[in-house]
């Protein structure tokens, strides 16, 4: 399958963006925890990011592996990594 595959492209399209704005969401109450030195809701923030940061990872590396591509253009990545 390629880029130009209209359903795939659209599922990974969307599911990237969802994954993303999880991610900026937890990155987001993880810096307010830190800033209210909170380190039980701090620790809490952390977990559900590593989470998320691993799902998008093992969402990419599955599809690389089943269609040998990455599921999105390597300028389309928003965050470091991924």
Partial sequence: MKYTDAPLVQMNRHFRITLTRLINHAERDLRLARTAQD??????????????????GIYTAA????????????????????
């Avoid at 039980?40 to 559900?48: C, H, I, S, W």
């Fill in 39 to 56: 380190m039980a809701d701090a620790n809490t923030a952390k977990a559900r990011l590593n989470t998320l940061e691993a799902a998008l």
């Fill in 63 to 82: 599809h690389f592996h089943a269609y040998g591509e990455r599921p999105w253009p390597e300028e389309e990545a928003t965050h470091a990594g991924r």
